[in-house]
Structure formats: structure tokens, C-alpha cells
């Protein structure tokens, strides 16, 4: 599965960094769930889950999640800075037992978070349009170093789900992007219920309203899947 999508949030936040101004709010995600069920998710996630499906909810227990953080949770192991993750399953949290659930601030794909650079990368003043690409892969051995979607049995049940942040020349779904020229902002490596062969995908948002009120604003969704 490859896609990409534009977005730009609506007002300026610093509140997670200095404490002062309104506090706008947690961010969004893109969620992808199961697709075993005939219909599609008719429940709600949560504000504090920036509108997910959690793991308690039969959709969200089977799922990839894309996060754009701009909010610290210290609950959720929350940097300070703006963050983006790879998180599955309906767990936002980025101090699991799993070693593979790491952030880090070098944001060259060696961890599945980023800590963005400057901090408050999504909410600056002046506010900036961003994008993301995103691309699974399935057939995958352990390291998800080679990736076959016709080898997709054990041992090479793996799938390699990578996300770049602010890349250029990336909207074309049709091709992979050269991961060599082009690194990758986030990647993780991970065995995926053989349910997601199917998927219903949605972005979900946790925002505050009134005088704190947020939004985000997504354009040039693009979704293609082989």
C-alpha cells in the first residue's frame, strides 16, 4: 500500500513547549484497521487518543496507526517536540515492553518515532503546509532488509511499514520511492495479522474547541494498493 497526503494545521500552538497561550489540543492520525468485519467501524476513539480506535475497540485491536503528535502526554512517554510515530494495535504509547516502539531525534528512519526539528514543526509561526508518504510492504524477512508480497509465509511474514515527513517529489503512489536518494523519516518492522490483508482506513483528530480550538486541514490524498 503507498499514500500520500498534504495537511496544514490552523493555528499557531506553543503551548507544549513554554505552557503559555491556549493549549490546541493533541493532533491527528491516520488509521488503518481490519477489514475482517463486513462493515465499517461505527464507534469513536477518544480525544486523549487524539480520536483513535484503541485496543479495546475490535477495529482499533488490529491496526496501523500514523501519528502526528503536538502535544506531550508524559502518560504516553511524549517528547516535548512535535513527534510522528508508527504505532499499532491501538496503543499510542512510546515506552511499550516492545524495544521496537523507539523515538529518537535522528528521524532517518533507524527508529519507528521522529522528534522533530524545530520543536513545534506542525504549529510554527507562520503556520507551513507539510505532507506525508507513506508505503507498507509485505513478504518481508525478520529485518525487513527484502520485501516480497508473493513470499508473504513465515519465515518472511514480516511487513515493513516506512513514513517519510516533508519529502519533495514524493506524491507519485504508482512507484516506490528510491529509499536510497530519498531516506526515510520512520520505519518499523513488524509481523501484521494476515486480517489486514483488508483495511479501512480513516483520519481521526483530538482537538480542543471554543477559544482553544484546533483544526487541520488535509488535501491531495492519494491511496493506492497493489
Known amino acids: 500500500m503507498r499514500a500520500y497526503y498534504d495537511y496544514k494545521f490552523s493555528f499557531a500552538d506553543p503551548f507544549a513547549l513554554t505552557s503559555v497561550g491556549a493549549d490546541r489540543g493533541n493532533g491527528f492520525s491516520l488509521q488503518m484497521v481490519t477489514g475482517q468485519f463486513a462493515a465499517p467501524p461505527n464507534t469513536c476513539g477518544t480525544e486523549v487518543n487524539m480520536g483513535v480506535l484503541g485496543a479495546a475497540d475490535v477495529w482499533g485491536a488490529d491496526s496501523i496507526i500514523f501519528e502526528t503528535d503536538v502535544h506531550r502526554d508524559v502518560a504516553r512517554a511524549d517528547p516535548v517536540e512535535n513527534h510522528s510515530a508508527i504505532l499499532l494495535d ?64 513465515a519465515p518472511n511474514n514480516y511487513a515493513r511499514v516506512t513514513a517519510w515527513i516533508d519529502c519533495t517529489d514524493c506524491k507519485d503512489t504508482a512507484i516506490d520511492i528510491n529509499r536510497i536518494t530519498t531516506v526515510p523519516t520512520i520505519q518499523r518492522c513488524v509481523v501484521i495479522n ?27 490524498l492519494h491511496v493506492r494498493s497493489e
Open 90 to 153: 491501538g496503543f499510542l504509547d512510546h515506552a511499550p515492553a516492545s524495544p521496537s516502539a523507539t523515538i529518537s531525534a535522528a528521524c532517518n528512519g533507524t527508529a519507528t518515532g521522529c522528534r522533530h526539528s524545530p520543536a513545534n514543526k506542525f504549529e510554527e509561526s507562520p503556520l507551513q503546509a507539510h505532507n506525508q508518504r507513506i508505503e507498507i510492504h509485505t513478504g518481508c524477512n525478520a529485518a525487513c532488509t527484502l520485501c516480497n508480497p508473493s513470499a508473504h509465509l
Open 194 to 220: 494476515p486480517v489486514l490483508n483488508t483495511v479501512y482506513f480513516g483520519f481521526t483528530g483530538g482537538f480542543r474547541s471554543g477559544a482553544s480550538q484546533q483544526g487541520v486541514t488535509l488535501t491531495n
